[in-house]
């Protein structure tokens, strides 16, 4: 045994190390320019004084816009001609942090962004030294006034700029009210004070709705209807100021992304993509009547003129008269060019693009090539005709021709298309040195997998020809979007082959089990439809989730419990006297119903009225955060008991370990999971305990047999949970259960746990296998040896082997169109998969179940 | 066929029905040893024999089609939607896979099992049916690619891999057994 765990302890920190040397080149940071946009001395008149600048995390267009909007206000000044609305095109990834960068720099946001949104303790995203709209109103000869309330990811990009601020932790979400009254007690008194210049606001109620309960919670018109009031307020302040003092102000609502059908965001689909965007002012209503509102609700969430989201920032500068800032790739709004005359609008673009083309030259050498024909170049490519635009705008009558504004947008509209396609350059020698290091320790793994484990030429073929089929599929674009069907179809294969092999040893039994387990595994597979192509189809969560199933999911939820509840009593309690077991198995269960009927009730979701009545009413954050802490504790308890009465036993008894610390875990599992997906753990219980059977008496089963269907297993579990490879999926509705405030790593561990419940449950259940298949095959090897010869080998070996496809395909299809949407993400899922569920659970947690029981 | 599968399978049903007939009408008593060696006072009785089989052959895998249908949805087809569509694919495979082995292998026990085990003889009814089962499955790998055309919807795809399988299947069943 210890050989075989010294040698993952060699490959595993070398295969980290080389992926290591893969990431930082690939995520490189980007080139940016530091420093500040030059002051223009001949900028036109500024039109406002004073910016609002509203941002309502995932709002998205259809929240304001569609006639199934709330937001009558804010319809209401689009209809009169005081607001101009847009649907705002975010850039994936459609997380936080990245988009709050491109709509204060203008610039295209880097994939690396999105990793340290959520590892968000990370001060390398700070902006300090990088030109934003925020940044140059600090520049003014006279410095402005800036002030902030909401989300506190503004904090961290903009250390010491604002004047006054409160910030808002953004990742508890299961809190909806309290965030968003943290920003609008302080209206009261700033739009009294109103001595500042910029007051940026940023609401998070919706976005946590919406992980919640998704776009259509009952929740979201309400919160609609507050957020319509605050721009209502605003408004008025707005008017109210123009009347008195004579200052504009400038009012701009927006989302920062969107959302999906679910209610998750991070990826590209067209709900994610699309944010809401209003720009209103007093000033507005003389520029002409106004756009219908609301509009009939659309698919594809495009309502009125759609624009890219960096445009707000040049609009933004230019309205208020400052310097675009250096980064920017925006262009400005053309609607609001009607504020200025027909000179100065041309002024205004040509400090866009003279801005824009700063950027270009440093980022295409062959832009400072001397143009000597114009037209020719206008028919080339898009570099050449953005050289020729460019040699035309240049030209000294240029404002006398035709239309010079439609040459700008021409123009602008052409390098900002150009310039996010380039906003980022890979460090391929690191690529490749990773590649290298993590091909070579892959292979290593493999063969070692193949010829140093034990025998079954059968299970051992499978193994190979899935994995080779995996890899493979892991470089079509749509096979890792889809990536849950390979492994239905796999597993529905394996579970076959075995099927044909109970039928050459006659064993009738072993074919029952096995056709129930495809059974099962149907089942599954209509759980959650993931993915891209079929994502939010009806499936069975959207089922147990709807009004009329709420008494089902209940009952499945409490015949979890129960048997949980069983399984402690039977298994981990078994030798104390029945009164003490039934409290003790009894307590740990209850605690964890009321917490998971709390959370339920908590988040707006349908309980039936006869179990809403036993459980406590008293909710709200605090009660849930304590009864949170009653199920982790009483967990804690349930394994301390279970250690001691272990060591106290006369009988030793390894077996009895694992088994009991099995069941405990689930307990903990479920603790992590969503009471929607807390029914799946019943289908994960049927597969065990079939699975249990064959292990004990099924004489064609190998350790190698049980270790490929717990590699299989864990796999379905993940993507039958409604996990896919897509960014949007991670779920983090229970990364703060028992946390009061953010703390990367508690925090990290209950979102892991929770978005890999699955795999972790079969983990331990491929071990408790494992133990029972020594005891009934009365094999002369430990479950040490079984564990860390044919386990960790094989387990690793796979994870190994995908770990090297995917920097693979991200190598070879590094210039594909969806490198960032597609399989940047699922390079991270890989990490997650490699690091946490390989080299932390089944590794490391796995050594330590397997040796402590071994001690005991 | 991918603009309504439901129609074309169900037209074209009864013909491979009957060409499927027809095909084992004249492959069994080649394939049976026993035919050939009965003399020419049997033949006659033989052949009555055979027409029987097959008849009764046809009735059992339309019989056993529900449970064909049964295994597409434990392999992943769609439970409440496409129903007719399913139930069509499934009658077209028993009309590949199962009717020819229900004609030429007897019905008993131990050797279902061993058609189930790999372990029966060769036969090309034999391989044609494991062509026929092994097309179907793999038919079903395009179906989630994203290139957006026609014929990826359920269950085209699969009747597809169905029927090459079934070829190519009854094709090495011809070869090998024609060396022995």
Same mark, same amino acid.
């Given at each position: ?59 998205r267009s259809d929240f304001v816009f569609s006639n199934e909007s709330a937001m009558?206000?804010?319809q ?11 649907t ?16 204060? &720099? ?12 959520? *590892? ?31 989300? +506190? ?26 965030? +968003? ?34 776009p ?8 609609q ?25 400038? =009012? ?24 809401a ?16 509102a609301p509009l009939n609700a659309t698919d594809?969430y495009?309502y ?21 800032? #250096? ?18 609008? @041309? ?71 150009? =310039? ?21 320790? !892959? ?53 076959? $082959? ?36 079929? %994502? ?40 104390? !006297? ?24 908590? *988040? ?29 504790? !009483?967990?804690?308890?349930? #394994? ?37 997906? @807390? ?25 190698? *047999? ?5 590699? @299989? ?6 993507? $039958? ?49 494992? !133990? ?17 010869? +044919? ?17 693979? %395909? ?47 | ?53 097959? @008849? ?29 569509? &399913? ?8 009309? =590949? ?15 279902? &099992? ?5 372990? $029966? ?60």
């Amino acid at each position: 045994m210890i050989p075989h765990a010294l040698i993952i302890a060699f490959l595993l920190p070398l295969e980290s190390l080389g992926l290591l040397f893969f990431a930082r080149g690939f995520f490189p940071y980007k080139p940016v320019f530091h420093g500040y946009a030059p002051i223009e001395s001949d900028a036109p008149p500024a039109v406002s004084d004073k910016v609002i600048f509203m941002v309502v995390d995932a709002l998205r267009s259809d929240f304001v816009f569609s006639n199934e909007s709330a937001m009558s206000f804010t319809q209401s000044l689009i209809s009169s001609g005081k607001a101009l609305p847009f649907t705002a095109r975010a850039a994936p990834p459609t997380v936080t942090l990245p988009r709050i960068k491109g709509v204060t &720099t203008g610039s295209v946001s880097n994939f690396l962004d999105a990793v340290l949104n959520i *590892a968000e303790s990370d001060s390398s995203s700070s902006l300090v030294g990088q030109d934003s709209w925020l940044i140059e109103f600090k520049r003014r000869p006279v410095p402005g006034k800036l002030v902030m309330f909401g989300d +506190d990811t503004w904090l961290k990009l903009f250390p010491g700029i604002f004047d006054r601020y409160d910030g808002t932790s953004s990742f508890f979400v299961s809190d909806f009210t309290e965030v +968003d009254n943290n920003v609008t007690r302080h209206l009261d008194t700033e739009l009294k004070t109103s001595d500042w210049d910029v007051m940026i606001l940023h609401y998070l109620g919706v976005d946590h709705i919406g992980h919640k309960g998704g776009p259509y919670s009952p929740f979201m018109p309400d919160k609609q209807k507050e957020m319509d009031q605050i721009v209502e307020m605003l408004y008025e302040y707005a008017e109210k100021v123009q009347e008195s003092v004579g200052k504009s102000t400038l =009012l701009v609502l927006c989302g920062d992304h969107g959302m999906n059908e679910i209610g998750n965001h991070g990826g590209s689909s067209a709900g994610e993509t699309a944010a809401a965007l209003l720009f209103a002012s007093p000033l507005f209503s003389k520029l002409g009547s106004g756009l219908r509102a609301p509009l009939n609700a659309t698919d594809n969430y495009e309502y009125y003129i759609v624009i890219e989201q960096v445009d707000i920032v040049p609009s933004i500068s230019g309205l208020v008269g400052n310097p675009f800032p #250096m980064n920017n790739i925006g262009v400005f709004v053309p609607e609001l060019l009607r504020f200025w005359s027909r000179s100065d609008q @041309i002024k205004l673009l040509r400090q866009n693009a003279g801005q824009m083309y700063r950027i270009l030259k440093e980022a295409f050498s062959s832009m400072d090539i001397p143009v000597t024909d114009a037209q020719a170049l206008l028919a080339g490519n898009d570099i050449d005709k953005i050289r020729g635009l460019w040699d035309q705008i240049g030209q000294p009558y240029f404002d006398e021709t035709d239309d010079p504004v439609e040459t700008l947008y021409a123009f602008l509209r052409l390098s900002q298309k150009v =310039l996010s396609r380039t906003s980022s350059n890979y460090d391929i020698p690191s690529m490749v040195i990773g590649l290298c290091l993590v091909s070579w320790l !892959s292979s290593l793994a493999f063969r070692r997998a193949l010829f140093s484990t034990s025998a079954d030429f059968v299970a051992k073929a499978v193994f190979v020809v899935g994995t080779t089929i995996y890899a493979i599929s892991i470089f079509g674009s749509s096979l890792v979007e889809e990536e849950h069907y390979f492994w239905y179809w796999f597993a529905s294969a394996w579970l076959m $082959a075995q099927f044909i092999l109970s039928a050459r040893v006659k064993s009738t039994t072993a074919g029952l089990i096995l056709i129930s387990l495809l059974g099962v595994l149907s089942i599954l597979r209509h759980y959650h439809h993931t993915g891209q192509k079929y %994502a939010g189809s009806y499936d069975i969560a959207q089922f147990l989730s709807s009004d009329v199933a709420a008494g089902l999911l209940w009952v499945l939820i409490l015949l979890e419990h129960l048997l949980i509840f069983k399984n402690l009593h039977y298994y981990v309690f078994a030798d104390v !006297s029945p009164l003490i077991a039934f409290v003790c198995s009894f307590t740990p269960v209850i605690s964890l119903f009321s917490f998971k009927m709390s959370m339920a009730l908590e *988040a707006g979701e349908k309980v039936p009225p006869l179990l809403a009545a036993i459980t406590p009413t008293s909710t709200g954050a605090d009660q849930l955060l304590n009864r949170a802490k009653t199920s982790f504790l !009483s967990i804690v308890i349930c #394994m301390v008991f279970h250690i001691l009465s272990t060591v106290w036993s006369t009988k030793r008894d390894q077996f009895k370990f694992i088994r009991g610390t099995f069941h405990i875990a689930v307990l903990l599992l479920v603790v992590q999971t969503s009471s929607v997906n @807390i029914p799946i753990f019943l289908l994960y219980e049927a597969i065990h305990s079939l699975s249990r059977i064959l292990a004990a008496q099924y004489r064609a089963t190998t350790p190698i *047999a049980i270790v490929l269907s717990t590699l @299989i297993w864990q796999r379905v579990s993940f993507f $039958a949970a409604g996990n896919s490879n897509s960014l949007a999926t991670v779920d983090l509705s229970n990364a703060y259960n028992g946390v009061a405030g953010y703390s990367p790593i508690p925090v990290g561990i209950l979102a892991f746990v929770s978005n890999f419940a699955g795999p972790i449950f079969f983990t331990l259940s491929g071990i408790l296998q494992l !133990s029972i298949w020594k005891n009934s095959s009365k094999s002369t090897r430990s479950v040490e040896d079984i564990f860390a010869v +044919d386990f960790l080998s094989l387990i690793h070996a796979f994870h190994a082997v995908s770990l090297l496809a995917v920097m693979g %395909a991200c190598m070879v299809l590094r210039s594909h169109l969806f490198i960032w949407t597609v399989f940047s993400p699922k390079l991270l899922y890989t990490v997650g998969w490699f690091l946490l569920q390989q080299g932390a659970v089944d590794t490391i947690l796995g050594l330590c179940i397997v040796v402590v029981s071994d001690l005991l | 066929l991918p603009s309504d599968p439901v129609k074309t399978l169900g037209y074209s049903l009864p013909a491979v029905a009957l060409i499927q007939a027809v095909n084992i009408l004249f492959t069994i008593p080649k394939s049976e040893p026993v035919a050939k060696s009965s003399g020419n006072k049997k033949k006659k009785q033989a052949k009555s024999r055979v027409s029987q089989t097959t @008849i009764l052959g046809l009735v059992l895998s339309m019989l056993l089609t529900p449970f064909i249908h049964l295994i597409y949805v434990l392999f992943g087809a769609p439970v409440t939607v496409s129903i007719p569509a &399913t139930f069509l694919l499934s009658a077209h495979t028993a009309l =590949l896979a199962l009717f020819p082995l229900l004609c030429t292998f007897p019905l008993d026990g131990v050797t279902w &099992t061993n058609i189930v085990a790999l372990k $029966a003889p060769v036969t090309p009814a034999y391989t044609a049916a494991l062509g026929t089962i092994a097309g179907a499955w793999l038919g079903a790998v395009p179906i989630p690619l994203d290139w957006d055309r026609e014929w990826q919807t359920w269950p085209v795809t699969v009747v597809f891999g169905a029927y090459v399988g079934n070829a190519v299947g009854r094709l090495v069943g011809v070869v090998i057994s024609g060396k022995k």
